[in-house]
T-cell receptor, first 110, second 112 residues
């Protein structure tokens, strides 16, 4: 099983739609979780950290389910500018390295 | 806003040549990383560096690779004898504590 697994997509959604991505991780003792955004040929940029209680930042909501070992990202009222690849990132316990998923590609259509 | 800076943005080198990729992490950060991303593939961990030594490295980071923090501000990745398969985007990152990592804009390495 891959350390961090994501559906590569692409998810093609109309403007204004709500879209959700899931990510599963294999190490049950993982300690930190993040969603990053990557535009084509650019560096990953932090979208949000994911906390155990779930957290929201504007149109973006992240949830963590430790029992099922997955994290989710919900984007409400999608904008054209949300088109990007969304990277799930996990720090396993006992390590300092950030493990990336393959990313989920989102295309928001006008 | 502080940022991680990398130079050069693009490097073309001949197979077998040595390359040095340079990074200036954010000044108060303590942990430094190199990652690479082959075109169309995921971001892969190469090495982490803390307290002036390597803390972890991946299988990719073999004897051809080395890292250095020569002067307290720069953080370099050296590839001794480049191969075609080393062609990729190389990202430097830094962080402080168990927080998010901040990535530089990357160096695109092309080995010909």
């Amino acid at each position: 099983r891959k350390e961090v697994e994501q559906d590569p997509g692409p998810f093609n959604v109309p403007e204004g739609a709500t879209v959700a991505f899931n990510c599963t991780y294999s190490n049950s003792a993982s300690q930190s979780f993040f969603w990053y955004r990557q535009d084509c040929r650019k560096e990953p940029k932090l979208l949000m950290s994911v906390y155990s209680s779930g957290n929201e930042d504007g149109r973006f909501t992240a949830q963590l389910n430790r029992a099922s070992q997955y994290i989710s990202l919900l984007i409400r009222d999608s904008k054209l500018s949300d088109s990007a690849t969304y990277l799930c990132v996990v720090i396993p316990t006992g390590t300092y390295k950030y493990i990336f998923g393959t990313g989920t590609r989102l295309k928001v259509l006008a | 806003e502080p940022e991680v800076t990398q130079t050069p943005s693009h490097q073309v080198t001949q197979m077998g040549q040595e390359v040095i990729l340079r990074c200036v992490p954010i000044s108060n950060h303590l942990y430094f990383y190199w990652y690479r991303q082959i075109l169309g593939q995921k971001v892969e961990f190469l090495v982490s560096f803390y307290n002036n030594e390597i803390s972890e490295k991946s299988e990719i980071f073999d004897d051809q690779f080395s890292v250095e923090r020569p002067d307290g501000s720069n953080f370099t990745l050296k590839i001794r004898s480049t191969k075609l398969e080393d062609s990729a985007m190389y990202f430097c990152a830094s962080r402080t504590g168990f927080t998010e990592a901040f990535f530089g804009q990357g160096t695109r390495l092309t080995v010909v």
